[in-house]
């Protein structure tokens, strides 16, 4: 802490604190001059009542009015009175980290579950995508077989068709050439000559 020049800062019956540097001898007057008629703890909280040159007419929490050296006093409470509240602050926070800690932990534990499942989702769907690309070509080469069989068969039936029609069409002409070289009957014509 620094310690402020409190003849021309501090307003008469503000409270200040005795310096954590130290433990003060106080006087009985405001010079070097006056006995010294105790002693202030570092961290002690006094009045103060008046200012004169480098020293301080304070009051302590016992009623006590003595002097002390004006840069012996500071503005703020000492770190000794303060460290009770600071030491509960931290475990205040501590815990709160704690908690923090903890929240994250579930979290990131949660996470993990999570991606993980994930993870072994994707691998089930990438395996069945590949059994699947499997099925369809297989498909694809059965269509292509069954496709070729098909055209064979078409082939084969007008090939058939043909030969049908071209057996018919030969046999009408073959009959068309035999009929008429047949020997005909002959109607009996009655004469009469």
Known sequence: MVA?????????????????AL??????GPTD???????????????????????????NGDGDRVWILSN?????????????????QVAQLEEELDG?????????????ETLEARELRIAELEARNSEL????????????QLQARLDTQEEDLLMRYFMYGGGVAGA?????????HLPRKRRKRDRWF
Request: charged share 20%; proline share 6%; net charge negative.
């Open 72 to 88: 012996e006093l500071q503005s703020s409470p000492s770190a000794s009175s303060q460290l009770p509240q600071l030491e509960e």
């Open 33 to 59: 001059g006056y006995r010294i008629v105790g002693t202030l703890t570092a961290g002690e909280p006094v009045t103060l009542l008046e200012t004169s040159g480098n020293y301080s007419r304070v009051e």
């Open 133 to 144: 690309d499997g099925e369809s070509d297989r498909s694809r080469q059965t269509i292509r």
């Open 172 to 180: 009408g002409l073959l009959v068309g050439l035999i009929i008429p």
């Open 4 to 20: 402020l020049p409190l003849q021309a800062q501090q307003p008469e019956g503000a409270n200040l604190w005795v310096s954590d």
């Open 23 to 28: 433990t003060t001898y106080v006087r009985s």
């Open 100 to 112: 923090i800690n903890e929240t994250w932990e579930e979290r990131v534990s949660a996470m993990t």
